[in-house]
């Protein structure tokens, strides 16, 4: 099983939703950016980190605009079904964008980061990795291309932080065309077979047909969606 939700950031109180306690060992909740709790590398942080990779089932998480980079970047990345992760503890990882994997026998294609500017404030990391969450570089795109070309360019579910930037313009909301992961998106968007494409940014629980859906605080059992 695969139940999804929006950003986080940093509320332990959202892992009590009680659609979780559907999830059973082996089963993932993914989270679409803005996990919220790598930012000081604290102990205190660290212990928190710890108790959610305890859970019986996989959390997993696309980055946002919102996460201490710097911090999340320590973290060892591994191969883990079918694409790279970076494992912070236990069963938490972070879903490396670019990246396909085989969940519960579904084809997810990841692709975290994008622009800062919707929630406000700057990260605590530094200027030039949180460009580089926001300006993905040409060798990495090309590489996410390669990785969905090796699956024919389709997949089941898409799981971002930013939508396409047409969709992002039909929610009416700001848009650049210097937005790189938002125009990439796009491209996306217009290139791929999918299902469902999910999306945390814009904090809403809005379905754009035929199939995009926003999340934010609710959680959707994928697997019963048409």
């Known amino acids: ?25 082996g089963d993932s909740l993914i989270i679409c950016g803005d996990l919220g709790f790598i930012w000081d590398g604290s102990d205190k942080e660290k212990r928190i980190l710890k108790k959610i990779g305890k859970r019986r089932y996989n959390v997993l998480f696309v980055e946002g605009a919102h996460e201490n980079f710097d911090e999340l970047e320590k973290y060892p990345t591994e191969e883990w079904c079918g694409g790279l992760t970076r494992k912070i503890s236990g069963n938490l990882r972070q879903l490396i964008r670019g990246n396909v994997f085989v969940i519960s026998g579904k084809k997810v294609f990841a692709f975290g980061g994008g622009s800062g500017e919707y929630n406000g404030g700057a990260a605590p990391c530094s200027e030039e990795t949180a460009v580089r969450y926001e300006m993905p570089s040409e060798k990495e795109l090309s590489e996410s291309d390669r990785h969905l070309e090796a699956c024919g360019n389709q997949t089941d579910y898409v799981v971002s932080y930013e939508p396409p930037i047409t969709i992002a313009e039909f929610l009416n909301e700001n848009v650049s065309p210097t937005d790189t992961v938002g125009v990439y998106l796009d491209r996306k968007r217009e290139s791929m077979k999918f299902k469902i494409w999910f999306f945390g940014k814009h904090h809403l629980n809005k379905t754009v047909p035929p199939k995009f859906i926003a999340l934010f605080d609710n959680v959707i059992n994928a697997e019963t969606l048409k």
Request: hydrophobic share 35%.
């Open 1 to 25: 099983m695969i139940l999804l939700t929006g950003d986080v950031h940093g509320d332990l109180g959202r892992f009590s939703h009680k659609r979780l306690r559907e999830l059973k060992k």
